[in-house]
């Protein structure tokens, strides 16, 4: 094994003793092919099994890319007629006073400038389009939006048109524990959980899936919608996923998104890219960890998964994000 592998992996392996995770997996893929595969650990901090291939982590907010996907097929199909459209112009919901001059755009992009209180009622921090800031209250709107414009809610979608294409197996809302889950740990002195969020009909929580088959995801964005040679989506939905697709901001420093994903064009402080990472590239995270970097100007896929609430770093996490994401851009940069 190449010296520069084994930093990248040493790193894993050490923010996942810091962060007292009881996981690890990282999972390289460049040219559509697996070129570095790694497991350690066990599945909770208790008596349990081994992490090995068919691992299955709880993904947290790193599903809001199987969101993206679906609203972005929604556009394709012209079910939503532009992303500058009102989202009360879908959805009547919600109070017009409140959500008045928030269109999809905002939504997706994390600029919509909502939040949600402990009893349900929504309120407006800022402005739609006049900052960021990354709120749970989109994810909501926009799951609510799919089932009101396709009747069903949205995994429906991606289990037709992806995980059976695409052959999935270890990809799955779990709704009951079974031995193939990684548990997720709150607090480390208690027993961990396979759900990471309370059981909600159409909000896709609790999304389970293993290194290669969040690798292979990515890499079907990278080939942009292309798997084994086949057509499966559409060009165009891979698109508007991994595009800019935010309005510009005064403050410079405020992160690039597409559909969800974080997207690099120049450098931002507040983004969780890494500064020598190549334009183009990007990336969706979860709470629990796990960490989806598509780069295509290295054509490089890296996939990396722990089981601990909560990213390491605590305010500074952002630190730590762009320093994994800069050492594995430099570990696998083509020559």
């Given at each position: 094994?190449?010296?520069?592998?084994?930093?990248?992996?040493?790193?894993?392996?050490?923010?996942?003793?810091?962060?007292?995770?009881?996981?690890?997996?990282?999972?390289?893929?460049?040219?559509?092919?697996?070129?570095?595969?790694?497991?350690?650990?066990?599945?909770?901090?208790?008596?349990?099994?081994?992490?090995?291939?068919?691992?299955?982590?709880?993904?947290?907010?790193?599903?809001?890319?199987?969101?993206a996907?679906?609203?972005?097929f929604?556009?394709?199909?012209?079910?939503?007629?532009?992303?500058?459209?009102?989202?009360?112009?879908?959805?009547?919901?919600?109070?017009?006073?409140?959500?008045?001059?928030?269109?999809?755009?905002?939504?997706?992009t994390h600029?919509?400038?909502?939040?949600e209180?402990?009893?349900?009622?929504?309120?407006?921090?800022?402005?739609?389009?006049?900052?960021?800031?990354?709120?749970?209250?989109?994810?909501?709107?926009?799951?609510?939006?799919?089932?009101?414009?396709?009747?069903?809610?949205?995994?429906?979608?991606?289990?037709?048109?992806?995980?059976?294409?695409?052959?999935?197996?270890?990809?799955?809302?779990?709704?009951?524990?079974?031995a193939?889950?990684?548990?997720?740990?709150?607090?480390?002195?208690?027993?961990?959980?396979?759900?990471?969020?309370?059981?909600?009909?159409?909000?896709?929580?609790?999304?389970?899936?293993?290194?290669?088959?969040?690798?292979?995801?990515?890499?079907?964005?990278?080939?942009?919608?292309?798997?084994?040679?086949?057509?499966?989506?559409?060009?165009?939905?891979?698109?508007?996923?991994?595009?800019?697709?935010?309005?510009?901001?005064?403050?410079?420093?405020?992160?690039d998104?597409?559909?969800?994903?974080?997207?690099?064009?120049?450098?931002?402080?507040?983004?969780?890219?890494?500064?020598?990472?190549?334009?183009?590239?990007?990336?969706?995270?979860?709470?629990?960890?796990?960490?989806?970097?598509?780069?295509?100007?290295?054509?490089?896929?890296?996939?990396?998964?722990?089981?601990?609430?909560?990213?390491?770093?605590?305010?500074?996490?952002?630190?730590?994000?762009?320093?994994?994401?800069?050492?594995?851009?430099?570990?696998?940069?083509?020559?």
């Amino acid at each position: 094994m190449q010296a520069s592998y084994r930093q990248l992996i040493s790193y894993v392996s050490e923010i996942k003793e810091q962060n007292h995770s009881s996981a690890a997996a990282l999972l390289v893929m460049q040219h559509d092919n697996i070129i570095l595969e790694h497991y350690e650990g066990f599945h909770s901090n208790e008596d349990s099994n081994p992490i090995h291939i068919n691992s299955m982590f709880n993904i947290a907010s790193a599903r809001k890319s199987y969101l993206a996907f679906a609203i972005g097929f929604a556009l394709y199909e012209k079910k939503i007629h532009s992303l500058d459209d009102l989202i009360s112009h879908y959805l009547n919901t919600y109070d017009t006073g409140v959500v008045q001059g928030t269109t999809i755009r905002h939504l997706v992009t994390h600029s919509h400038g909502l939040n949600e209180r402990a009893d349900g009622s929504i309120y407006r921090e800022f402005a739609a389009g006049e900052g960021w800031a990354y709120r749970g209250i989109n994810v909501k709107i926009m799951t609510q939006l799919f089932k009101h414009l396709y009747g069903y809610d949205f995994p429906r979608l991606l289990e037709e048109r992806i995980f059976v294409p695409l052959g999935f197996k270890y990809t799955k809302w779990s709704t009951e524990i079974s031995a193939t889950l990684v548990k997720v740990i709150d607090d480390p002195k208690q027993a961990a959980d396979f759900q990471l969020y309370p059981f909600a009909d159409g909000m896709g929580s609790n999304l389970h899936t293993t290194a290669r088959e969040l690798a292979i995801w990515g890499n079907l964005h990278l080939n942009m919608g292309r798997h084994q040679g086949i057509q499966v989506v559409p060009e165009e939905v891979i698109r508007l996923c991994t595009s800019i697709q935010n309005l510009q901001y005064d403050d410079a420093q405020l992160p690039d998104n597409g559909l969800f994903w974080y997207v690099q064009d120049e450098a931002k402080d507040r983004s969780e890219i890494g500064e020598q990472v190549p334009k183009g590239s990007y990336q969706i995270l979860g709470n629990t960890g796990p960490l989806l970097l598509v780069v295509p100007e290295q054509q490089l896929v890296v996939v990396r998964m722990y089981n601990r609430r909560y990213n390491y770093g605590g305010s500074h996490y952002l630190h730590y994000l762009r320093e994994f994401s800069n050492l594995a851009s430099e570990t696998f940069t083509i020559h």
